[in-house]
């Protein structure tokens, strides 16, 4: 491996594996790596969201376009058996399968990371960002396969306007925050730093937490379900089911706190479920902490405030 022919291994505790055609959250990544003991032998890395992707390659190996990393020791060990390696494993045509095999050999499995995302998916992936797993955002691979993740704007702007929100805290990166306003009968998901829902009636949480499927298979071949490594809803027009969606707009950071704003995207088209509707909200903001969040126990809890002006609603996190 060239890196250890070429670098200074005095301080190196990590190597990082990944696609230029990725986002990384470096922050998360550094805040995941610290939570494992870099002299033991590690192989860290992301499955893909698509079943036979695994199934075609392996549920053990860490995905390299999303990115995969590995301990110091366990870098070592691969880089001293490397040639003899290859060399078993020659007929093979996956570089991402070959490593898995190799450090397989070594004694190493995988240790998923739910926060990798190969995006081994089409179409419109907003229904897969807004209910991400309660665990840091790591990577996003597959940027150029899917739909610009923002309305209005193109790929390299979507982009850009997501890292507006993660420079200003990436520890709650989509981070989803689920909350009741019992008056009106409502429920509120918010996926940080990208989108915020309003359910006209009173969800579970546990349903909340499974992606609407707005996204198509990565594999265009008809297939029987399961196509994914995650429970899915199928996106609805009934009143009672069919979300209200925003999208971020802004983001300011203080010493008192973040404030982000997400607007509508357009409107939903379909009559109320009950007695309230939401129709009139056109904004919704959200007040988190500026303190960064070090744990992930549990979701964050929150409070909500509908404005007097009705217009625009207000979560404060804690």
């Known amino acids: 491996m060239e890196v250890f022919r070429e670098t200074d291994h005095e ?14 959250f470096v922050d998360n990544i550094v805040d995941v790596l610290g939570q494992y003991d870099h002299t033991k032998y590690y192989y860290l890395g992301g499955q893909s969201e698509f079943v036979m992707s695994n199934y075609w ?48 050999d070594i004694g190493v499995n995988l240790s998923p990371q739910k926060g990798i995302h190969q995006i081994d998916l089409h179409g419109d992936i907003s229904g897969f960002l807004s209910s991400h797993p309660k665990f840091p955002l790591m990577s996003l691979h597959h940027f150029d396969m899917v739909k610009p993740i923002f309305p209005s704007m193109d790929r390299f702007e979507s982009t850009r306007h997501l890292m507006k929100a993660a420079a200003a805290d990436q520890s709650r990166m989509l981070q989803q925050t689920i909350c009741h306003h019992r008056q ?46 995650f429970n899915t809803r199928l996106p609805s027009n009934g009143s009672c089911e069919a979300p209200h969606v925003f999208f971020f707009q802004r983001v300011e950071k203080s010493s008192t706190g973040i404030l982000t ?14 007695n309230h509707t939401a129709d009139f909200v056109s904004e919704i903001h959200v007040f988190t902490p500026s303190t960064k969040r070090k744990e992930m126990d549990r979701c964050e809890c929150c409070d909500l405030v509908l404005t007097a002006a009705r217009q625009s609603s207000n979560l404060g996190n804690a």
């Open 261 to 274: 704003t997400y607007s509508r995207a357009a409107p939903r088209g379909l009559p109320p479920c009950g």
């Open 11 to 24: 301080n190196l505790r990590w190597v990082v594996m990944g696609d230029d055609d990725s986002v990384f």
């Open 57 to 104: 390659f392996s549920f053990n190996q860490g995905f390299g376009g999303a990115g995969f990393m590995l301990s110091y020791p366990l870098a070592k060990a691969l880089s001293e058996d490397m040639e003899s390696c290859l060399r078993r494993y020659a007929k093979w045509i996956s570089a991402d399968q070959i490593t898995m095999a190799c450090i397989a």
């Open 184 to 229: 009106s009968s409502w429920s509120f998901s918010v996926s940080w730093g990208y989108s915020a829902q309003i359910y006209e009636k009173i969800m579970p949480r546990s349903y909340l937490q499974m992606p609407i499927e707005t996204f198509k298979a990565w594999s265009s071949t008809p297939r029987p379900r399961p196509h994914y490594m």
